[in-house]
């Protein structure tokens, strides 16, 4: 990830290696963070009641124009064994983001990975950035994996504040104007 300002971090990077099994975490709400990112949300299983997993939340910050902008998420058991294989949607305010750096990276069900997307700088200008993620089985082809669930140990929203250019002072513009004056007469003469 390119460096950035963390505008906003929303639940707790306890599961930074990638591999870490972590399932009990999330099912008996040991984490001790705020909802969405103390449970799992869906189903995986091969009876009923099953269920997609379907994650919303919004990351808040000072309103402004922003550069350089990454959202960094860690998502638990989102099912992507296979290049190719597509198992998440995510959007940003809205707006479907390419997922493919999710695809195909799961060495099991129970761990845990974390990507950097880029944001569209666009989007944080209001001070809020809403992400939703959904489980679905796509990828899976004719499985009879109903659904497919999953939990997010934490998102960080960053970026850079947009730098105005500096004003040149009323000196600096007078000199740039002689300097035309200049070189203009340097061509006639």
Known sequence: MASATVLDMLGTAEFTDGQTSILSEFTNNANGDADPFNRFFGTDLNSQPTSFGDISFTHSFAAGD???AFLELSIFDHDSFDPGQDT???FFDGI???TSIWEGISTRQASIHIRS???DAALLTDGFLEV???ANVSGFGTSTLPG???GVDYSSLSADPATA???LPAGGWLLLAGLGVMAARRRKG
Request: glycine share 4%; proline share 10%; charged share 15%.
């Open 132 to 134: 939703r993620i959904f």
């Open 66 to 68: 922003y550069t350089n």
């Open 148 to 150: 497919n669930g999953i």
């Open 165 to 167: 250019p500096i004003p």
């Open 117 to 119: 997307m880029a944001v």
């Open 88 to 90: 998440i949607d995510i």
């Open 96 to 98: 479907a983001q390419d």
